[in-house]
């Protein structure tokens, strides 16, 4: 292992650390989740393992407890991760200089908040390593894995999680997180865009629907009033070779 | 094919499912070597987009305590850091819960 390689995977570890504090609720809570609605502790973690995001783990557990069709839940796990689409998109161009396996490892580890650590790095200018990115996703993974498995086993001990504020944890966590894009063009526009939109497809479609709703609505409205004039300078330099 | 629960088989698929979302994307966009503004401006977007559904709606159908808290932590993620945020906005929904 190179010295460059350590400094790097040490620094994506120092950034991994509020998300792996913030995601340990919601770990630990999935577990419990789990079985309760059925599962055994093994698929509980198999699920952490492999399908490795949160928020669809979650709307998959609320369906193995009705009478729901396999190719449903699948479908409603997919829909839930549609999003993932457009983070490996914005992604692939922070990580086009990986070898073929480094992406093929990067995108399994792209969750939400990988995702922006890494959009938040690539906008500071500072470099994108292969081990910066392990340093942050490795560990948010290992302990997603490991808090499946310990939530499943001693999940009975929570009893009432609203008493805790447990249920809303995401949400807010969720919120601050678009907060910290408050600084790009046009934020707010699509913020609000993508609020009505996901309320109303709640309100009239239902979950998981939402979700691809407002994401698209909000997209459209930054493609719509995305400035596509050419930069200054180059207008310039069509302008003294038209006067020629 | 007995030693596998469907419950087993539903995850695998979903996890195939999920995994090809997170390369979906990329390998869709490298086919283009110049991108668009407005497809440039669309990528920029996607976090803020995507993430506010991810709490617009439980902030607004889940009742009176929980669209305060979301509208001051909202505040309140203007100035302080995003742990300290979200746990100030928990203890603030337990009190209001607590409260009404």
Redesign the interface.
């Given at each position: 292992m190179t010295v460059s390689f350590k400094r790097d995977f040490l620094a994506g570890m120092r950034q991994c650390v509020p998300v792996v504090v913030a995601a340990a609720p919601f770990g630990l809570l999935f577990g419990a989740l789990a079985v309760d609605n059925g599962l055994t502790v093994g698929e509980a973690v198999l699920m952490s393992a492999t399908i490795y995001a949160g928020a669809s783990q979650m709307v998959g557990i609320d369906l193995f407890n009705g009478s729901a069709a396999p190719w449903l839940i699948v479908l409603s796990i997919f829909a839930v991760n549609f999003r993932h689409v457009l983070y490996s998109a914005a992604v692939g161009r922070r990580i086009s200089h990986f070898s073929l396996w480094q992406k093929a490892v990067a995108f399994f580890l792209l969750i939400d908040p990988v995702y922006a650590e890494t959009e938040r790095r690539s906008e500071a200018g500072k470099s994108m390593t292969f081990a910066w990115y392990l340093g942050i996703g490795l560990p948010v993974y290992l302990s997603w894995v490991a808090e499946g498995y310990l939530g499943a086993v001693f999940g009975g001990l929570i009893e009432n999680p609203e008493e805790f504020g447990i249920d809303f944890l995401l949400p807010l966590y969720f919120m601050a997180l678009v907060l910290g894009f408050r600084s790009r063009k046009n934020w707010l526009p699509v913020v609000l865009a993508s609020a009505l939109g996901s309320i109303a497809g709640f309100h009239f479609i239902g979950s998981p629907w939402h979700v691809s709703i407002g994401a698209i609505i909000g997209i459209a409205v930054a493609a719509i009033i995305a400035d596509t004039r050419p930069p200054q300078n180059m207008k310039a330099s069509v302008g003294s070779e038209a006067s020629r | 094919m007995d030693g596998f629960?469907?419950?087993?088989?539903?995850?695998?698929?979903?996890?195939l499912?999920?995994?090809a979302?997170?390369?979906?994307?990329?390998?869709?966009?490298?086919r283009f070597e110049r991108l668009?503004?407005?497809?440039?401006?669309?990528?920029?977007?996607?976090?803020?987009?995507?993430?506010?559904?991810?709490?617009?709606?439980?902030?607004?159908?889940?009742g009176t305590a929980?669209a305060l808290?979301?509208a001051v932590?909202?505040l309140i993620?203007?100035r302080l850091p995003?742990?300290a945020?979200?746990f100030i906005?928990?203890?603030i929904?337990?009190a209001l819960?607590a409260l009404m």
């Open positions: - | 629960s469907v419950n087993v088989w539903i995850i695998l698929a979903a996890a499912a999920t995994y979302t997170r390369i979906g994307g990329h390998l869709i966009l490298s668009h503004p407005r497809v440039e401006a669309a990528l920029n977007a996607v976090p803020a987009a995507v993430l506010t559904t991810l709490f617009a709606p439980a902030a607004v159908f889940n929980e808290t979301m932590a909202i993620g203007l995003m742990l945020t979200v906005g928990t203890a929904v337990v819960r």
